[in-house]
Each structure stands twice: as C-alpha cells, then as structure tokens.
C-alpha cells in the first residue's frame, strides 16, 4: 500500500550535535509538509517543501520527489528542538487529505 | 500572523454523551479538515471540507461524526455518542486551496471517561 516511512524512529543527541530525519514515500506526491509536535502536543509547521532545499534558521530541509524522499536538516540541536518530528505528505492520487509518517522523537541532552 | 483556534483546549467527557469541537480556520482559507492523534501514535485524517460538503473522509469517521460549517468563521466536529476509543487529541486544519499548505490548530484533548 501506500506509505509514509521515517527514519530513524528515535533519536538521541548530546546539545551541539547536527542530524539529519529521512520520510520516505511510496507514490508521486503532490505536497510535503515536516512539522515538530513540542511537549504540549501542538504541531509546528516547519517547511511546505514538495520539491527542492529551503532553509530557516538552524532548519534545513530538502526533497527529492523524483526519488521520493525528503531529508531534514537540524544543526546545532538545543534542547528546544525536542519532541517529535511528523512529515506528512499529499498524495496526487487524493489531493484533499494529508498522510503522516510515524515520527522520528528526538531528544537532546543538555 | 493568522492562525486557527481551537476550542476547548481540554474536553472531558461520559460515554455516550455527544461532543462539539470548535474550530476557527484561517479566515480567507477555502479548505478546513480534521485530523486526530492518539496518544501515542501518529496523527490519522478524519474528513475534509470544502464549499459546505464533505470531500472526502476516512474509514475512522463513521456515521457517529459530523462536521459543519455554521456560519462564516466557524467549523466543528460533532461526535454524538462517545466512546473511551475516541479519547484523543484533535486538530483542526485549514488551507488557501487544494494542493496547498495546511496549517494546524493547537489541538483539542478528547478524554472520554
């Protein structure tokens, strides 16, 4: 079927360290969106990214739809940046609704 | 900046009594969903809305839910009879148009005692 894979499932880093979270996705897409759920459950967009690199701040984020996978880049990790990090995309096949991965949980230690 | 609101932040509630969710969309946004997430696990769509009728919906939303767009602002999920499966957190979404970037509201917490 159909899916919305992320890599890896946890993660955890010492404050200072760079990381890269992967979604891979089975079918052509017609959005990706990555967005951070902080500690009080609330879902942060953070990139609109269906093709190519943008970048905000310590956040980078790149997808190559032709190989359906897109990467997200955080460096310089503060303990802020933990929680859980969704990406979830939007099938050509069903332009109305947007999928989510599972999530990769990071957690930096101060 | 605009954002959509959600309310309440927190629903408790019996088994078997109905639930409205309250949602404020983004206000010159056309397209409104809602989506919920389990504790736990991932975040699940629920049903989309556009141009006052259902464009699409999930399996999870059975004959139990119904949303509605009231008047110009508002949109709600209704669940009439409640059950303790349907504890969970709820998000109200809205987007400009198809295809577009969806933004997520703060969230409701359905406890269903």
């Known amino acids: 079927g159909i899916q919305v894979e992320q890599s890896p499932p946890d993660l955890i880093l010492q404050e200072g360290a760079n990381s890269t979270l992967r979604c891979n996705f089975s079918d052509s897409v017609n959005n990706l969106q990555w967005f951070h759920q902080n500690p009080w459950g609330q879902l942060i967009n953070l990139f609109y990214?269906?093709?190519g690199t943008k970048q905000n701040g310590r956040l980078s984020a790149t997808t190559v739809a032709t190989e359906r996978y897109s990467l997200l880049y955080i460096s310089s990790s503060q303990t802020t940046d933990s929680g859980v990090y969704f990406c979830a995309v939007e099938w050509k096949s069903s332009a109305s609704k947007i999928i989510f991965g599972s999530g990769t949980r990071l957690s930096i230690r101060p | 900046e605009p954002e959509v609101t959600q309310t309440p932040s927190h629903q408790v509630t019996q088994m078997g009594q109905e639930v409205i969710l309250r949602c404020v969309p983004i206000s010159n946004h056309l397209y409104f969903y809602w989506y919920r997430q389990i504790l736990g696990q991932k975040v699940e769509f629920l049903v989309s809305?556009?141009?006052?009728?259902?464009?699409?919906k999930s399996e999870i939303f059975d004959d139990q839910f119904s949303v509605e767009r009231p008047d110009g602002s508002n949109f709600t999920l209704k669940i009439r009879s409640t059950k303790l499966e349907d504890s969970a957190m709820y998000f109200c979404?809205?987007?400009?148009?198809?295809?577009?970037?969806?933004?997520f509201g703060p969230g409701t917490r359905l406890t269903v005692l």
């Open positions: 979404a809205s987007s400009a148009d198809r295809n577009n970037e969806q933004f």
């Open positions: 809305f556009y141009n006052n009728e259902i464009s699409e």
């Open positions: 990214i269906p093709s």
